[in-house]
């Protein structure tokens, strides 16, 4: 072999070898560039609810079962009006109401005046009491408004023979605001003959038809693809009234298994957010698939718990 066939042959291996450099350095670059393929909402705003008796939309409890504890200073008098007035809300709707102690009731209730500027921070909003009574504690869970605690007092005397300051503010601690109808109890110049009118009655039936269970939801999904890459990010948060635990995300690719996170607890209210970047695929992914479970498995519904995207057709 001649000298310089040698040195053509060496140069042909050079430039493969640098062209192949070259495929590899641009393969590694390009994961930068990643190219949004698509983006999955969540149908988890709900209906919305117009003219609302309420001071926001669907206000509720937890539970149906409510606890409440009088302040000692409350007399004979006084308990006797609330428990009148619990007694005809158990009978005309799905609540139910039991004594317990101070920190674990959900309704306080005070025989003294409570302070002008007593508030309720939750997420970051104030809430005020109105009047005597209201919920203090809430949490926005976008379908509706969770009633963390309710506190009303009964500070004045009541006039009428049957109870209705105290029903008038235990009503404001389930979240009702005032109406404008004169025969209801919530009017805001009382009446001896006002009464709980059936709007009021349907609401509170209506509002607590879901059991208080966890409610888990794929809010948002974003996916991107680079080479030979692909990313995603995912939403997910607890829109019950029950704390979800130990809540685990399962991603598919073409129906095999690609990953498998741990999302701890998610309590209600509370979003988490899984972000996962350059995981490395060995082909097109053409569809993907996200499954969101919590340890108890029991939910209000199960229809945000599965996403289901197609990438490439």
């Keep these: 072999m001649e000298k310089g066939d040698l040195i053509f042959i060496v140069l042909i291996i050079l430039l493969l070898f640098l062209s192949s450099s070259l495929i590899f350095v641009n393969l590694i670059l390009s994961d930068d560039s990643k190219e949004e393929k698509a983006t999955f909402f969540g149908n988890i ?9 309420q001071f926001y939309p669907n ?9 409440y504890w009088f302040e000692p200073s409350c007399n004979l008098k ?10 005809l809300l158990s009978e005309e ?4 109401f039991m004594p317990s102690n101070e920190n674990s009731s959900d309704i306080l ?31 926005n869970l976008t379908r509706s408004y969770l009633i963390l605690k309710g506190k009303i007092s009964l500070f004045r005397d009541d006039k009428c023979k049957t109870p209705h300051l105290a029903l008038h503010e235990l009503l404001h601690a389930l979240g009702f605001d005032h109406n404008n109808n004169p025969e209801s109890i919530m009017y ?14 349907d609401t509170i ?32 948060a607890n829109y019950g009234y029950l704390d979800s635990q130990n809540v685990s995300l399962t991603v598919f690719a073409d129906n095999e298994k690609i990953g498998e996170y741990n999302l701890g607890e998610i309590k209600v209210g509370v979003r988490k957010i899984i972000d996962v970047k350059n995981l490395k695929i060995f082909q097109s992914v053409k569809n993907l698939k996200f499954i969101v479970l919590s340890e108890k498995g029991k939910e209000i519904t199960l229809e945000n718990n599965f996403a289901e995207i197609t ?3």
């Design 93 to 96: 709707t799905v609540l139910e």
């Design 45 to 53: 705003s709900g209906s919305p609810v117009l003219n609302s008796i």
């Design 311 to 313: 990438i490439h057709s």
């Design 188 to 201: 805001p110049v009382t009446d001896c003959d006002q009464t709980l009118d059936s709007s009021i009655i």
């Design 59 to 67: 206000m509720r409890f937890a539970n149906p079962e409510l606890k």
């Design 205 to 236: 039936n209506e509002i607590y038809k879901d059991p208080p269970l966890q409610d888990l939801a794929m809010e948002k999904i974003s996916i991107s693809e680079g080479a030979y890459r692909l990313y995603y990010s995912v939403s997910v």
């Design 109 to 139: 209730i005070f025989c003294s005046e409570m302070p002008d500027e007593e508030v309720a921070i939750s997420q970051g909003e104030k809430y005020f009491i109105a009047g005597e009574g209201g919920p203090t504690e809430l949490i």
């Design 78 to 87: 006084k308990i006797e009006e609330v428990t009148e007035s619990l007694s």
